[in-house]
């Protein structure tokens, strides 16, 4: 017979909280490195389908945006891996979510050259094969997760009907009681507009690098670039973030200002070191960005609901996805070259860094103040209609687990042989 079920006081900021990490990280590495890389199929499809950029854009971003929206592919690796990261560490949150997501930018260092040698191999069908056969190593890295119940998760008062009571499960199992949520609604606004030019490059820089008259491997190559910087990009946020010297969102506004100043400024990269020092530049504030944004969504609506924000996010945001890479293909078919298409990306980036501008406490002069993460009672909304009830956090009844066990807030989590 399974033992009680430990409730942790707060999150432990450690133990096996790493090997969620190292789970994030591989499985970061085989997801994002893919998408990333994608720009070398791209050109392999141009070609062979013999199409205009702006209807072969549809192909990665109708993939992007069905895999984020519908939670199928890697939306069902992401989500979990992330947000079981976000609820074993609290203080440590930025750091751990950038050690995690430090497997974007080495996977795509190495996959950029790789695809170009698999498809000069194999073509581009065979390429693909290989590829699948690599992403089924998610499987193994799924198989790591353990879940973590935090002092949040238990059960609060019953409620006083069982229709309420089914409403709250199916409002907290889809995230509904969030979209009352005006802060993190207009963060959810904010993310998809930046959503809608972060993957431009990942698309077309290799496709404007072959306009340019750069060969094959040349044009791979900055994407090799842009992932190393984007490597060094992420741990650096992770360790200023750390520091808690600013607030989250001063952060995150800063790097996505910057990648829209490195977006805007490719179409001036027209000899091959400026448009290796760009790729820099993109790699590096692009990469700075992503782990700011999951590690700020617990300050905005707190840990116990972390699994249904991050998923009505990503669902939300798909529209960015699915938008931005055809609108660019779109934009170069209409007038010859790209330079349009990176404009249209970084003033994305520009809208949504001011919509994360209007985040409660932004313009606040005070230090952060280190006081516990917003309850899920206010999960709602003030002045909203869900906001005098209690968001539920999606636990299990008594009838349907095992006792709860509470470990002491000075005792160290016990783990089973």
Known sequence: ?????????????????????LSAFLQSALVFGVIRSFGVFFVEFVTYFDELSGRISWITSIGIAVQQFASFGWALVFTPSLASVARYFKRRRTLATS?????????????????????????WRGALLIVAGMSFNLVVCGALIRPIT?????????GRSTRGTCWSRFSSLFGLHLLGHFAFMRFVLAVTLVNTGYFVPY???VARARELGFDEYQAAFLMSLAAAADLCGRLFSGWLANCRGCRLARILVAWTFLTGVALVAVPWGRDYPLLVAISLCYGF??????????????EIVGIANIFSSMGLLQMIESIGGLLG?????WLRDATGDYAASFLAAGSFMFAG???????????????????????AKME??????????TAPVGVLSPHDCHPYKVMPETEEPLTKS
Do not use: R
Not at 5 to 16: I, N, Q
Not at 150 to 158: F, I, R, S
Not at 289 to 297: A, D, K
């Open 1 to 21: 017979m399974l033992g009680p079920v430990v409730v942790h006081p707060e999150a432990p900021d450690g133990g096996w909280g790493w090997i969620i990490v």
């Open 99 to 123: 050690l995690a997501l430090t497997g974007v930018g080495l996977s795509s260092f190495a996959f950029s050259p790789l695809f170009q040698l698999l498809v000069d191999t194999y073509a």
């Open 150 to 158: 935090l002092k949040e998760d238990l059960p609060g008062p019953v």
């Open 203 to 205: 698309v077309h820089l």
């Open 285 to 298: 504030c692009s990469g700075a960005l992503t782990p700011v944004v999951f590690s700020i969504i617990p």
């Open 325 to 329: 890479a055809p609108l660019s293909g």
């Open 353 to 375: 860094s001011l919509v994360l501008m209007t985040l409660p406490n932004f313009s606040s002069c005070h230090a952060p103040p280190s006081v516990p993460e917003p309850s």
């Open 380 to 389: 709602a909304g003030e002045g909203t209609l869900l906001a005098s009830a």
